[in-house]
């Protein structure tokens, strides 16, 4: 430090503390109203499916939040497309942390919604159901 320069009481230079933490998940309603065309297309059939599967969008896995989320499967849906600007180090990344912590990734390119969202949703409807098992409330016979 040069002359006339000494540090007020309590300052500390450099980095603050917090600028290490990972950045806290941003509020649902902010990411809900910037969901993409393939993203809204595919939520739009997914949340009418009458079956046993419940989907959540924009769901929250610290750090990280997934396009969209089946529970009963736990399996995460990822949209890749011009939306993400992650870099493919970036999706392994996450990819991953999400198995780490005993979740399936399936990455679905946004083409593919766009281009018949119907048999995107039913192929991901049945693989969940598949990875779900059998259901509890179901009548065996």
């Not at 993409?36 to 997914?46: C, D, V």
């Not at 079956?51 to 849906?77: E, G, T, W």
Request: glycine share 6%; charged share 20%; proline share 10%.
């Amino acid at each position: 430090m040069g002359r006339g320069t000494a540090p007020r009481s309590g300052v500390v230079e450099g980095p603050a503390p917090c600028a290490q933490l990972p950045a806290p998940c941003p509020p649902l309603g902010v990411i809900a109203a910037i969901l993409s065309l393939p993203e809204q297309l595919l939520w739009r059939l997914l949340r009418q499916v009458r079956r046993d599967l419940r989907f959540r969008r924009q769901h929250p896995i610290h750090p990280y939040v997934a396009d969209f989320y089946c529970a009963a499967a736990k399996m995460v849906i990822e949209i890749d497309g011009a939306s993400h600007n992650h870099s493919q180090a970036a999706d392994e990344r996450r990819t991953a942390y999400l198995h780490s912590v005993g979740l399936q990734v399936l990455r679905i390119p946004a083409a593919d919604v766009l281009a018949n969202p119907e048999a995107v949703a039913d192929a991901l409807m049945r693989r969940c159901e598949r990875r779900a098992g059998p259901s509890t409330t179901q009548p065996e016979g």
